[in-house]
């Protein structure tokens, strides 16, 4: 069992943020201490939602009472995912150099949210910049999509030697392992989706079936479930084929359900025991 600090949203109805990245991580073994940095009533994807941003003084308040009750040596992983506010890098780069002057073993997980390549870029524009000069190098993993891993590299990342250059740009930057999720590229079969590992260990890919479905809070249950994994057994590999099995259930489950939301809590056994059904090569 690890201990992990998440940094990241909440909201109420549905599963994004924190609300989608606890219970998956709680159900693969690991204590998780939720930090949240805003409290909404669901994801913003509705177009309307009620509830506060927490405001960055806040956010650096709870992690500092975190810190009073002499935890910081006990964390084993930090993990970020979408930052509503520019105002939250700082905290989190602060929380990390607190947190690895307490723990040189621990590491920082994050999950650069910028878009998609359906809908782009859709953070404010400071936010690229920020995870750019000031977030991406402190991490030690980070978890882009394809579209984030070009948009973060200022690269293109279209097939499987742009991506992997590009990889290797990110891994310039600090991070020394890499997962990038939602990979297409032209010579792959038709109907299929593909996730890429990187560490200093060597390059994995898997692929799935591409299913009929996008719902939001997938992102953020991959980041959560590879990060587990990866600091349980620090197998690149072995996270990746984890990760990969669970999410495919979980999403199969969820178009199947014709849910409008993750149906997370339905699909914990595929977390706790994922069938390992896609086949992890190394490239």
């Known amino acids: ?34 930090v949240y940095t805003v409290n909404y009533s669901n994801h913003t ?40 506010g520019d105002d939250i890098a700082d905290v989190i780069v602060q929380a990390v150099a607190q947190i ?6 621990a590491i920082y997980a994050c999950d650069p949210v910028m878009g998609s390549a359906k809908s782009g870029c859709f953070v404010a524009d400071t936010i690229p910049p920020l995870l750019r000069s000031k977030v991406v190098p402190v991490a030690d993993l980070i978890t882009p999509n394809q579209f984030e891993l070009g948009y973060l590299t200022e690269r293109e990342a ?19 392992t890499v997962l990038v999720t939602s990979v297409e590229r032209p010579d792959a079969p038709a109907d299929t989706l593909e996730m890429i590992a990187v560490d200093d260990h060597g390059k994995w890919i898997v692929r799935t079936p591409r299913l009929p479905v996008k719902r939001n809070g997938s992102g953020d249950v991959t980041a959560a479930l590879f990060t587990g994994h990866y600091i349980e057994s620090g197998d690149a590999a ?9 999410v495919y259930d979980m999403l199969k489950l969820t178009h199947d359900a014709g849910a409008n939301e993750l149906e997370l809590v339905r699909a914990q056994e595929y977390f706790a025991n994922p069938a390992m059904q896609f086949e992890v090569e190394a490239l």
């Open 1 to 34: 069992m690890k201990n992990v600090l998440s940094i990241q949203s909440a909201v109420a109805y549905g599963h994004v943020g924190n609300s989608a990245a606890v219970f998956p991580l709680q159900r693969i073994g690991h204590e998780v201490w939720p």
């Open 45 to 84: 994807g509705y177009g309307s939602w009620k509830g506060p941003m927490i405001p960055a003084a806040d956010v650096a308040a709870v992690i500092e009472g975190i810190g009073e009750r002499g935890a910081f040596p006990r964390i084993d992983a930090i993990l970020s995912g979408y930052q509503g």
């Open 100 to 105: 690895k002057a307490a723990n040189p073993a």
């Open 158 to 176: 279209n097939d499987l030697d742009s991506t992997l250059a590009a990889v290797d740009a990110a891994r310039e930057m600090g991070p020394s």
């Open 238 to 246: 072995d996270a990746l084929a984890r990760t990969a099995s669970a």
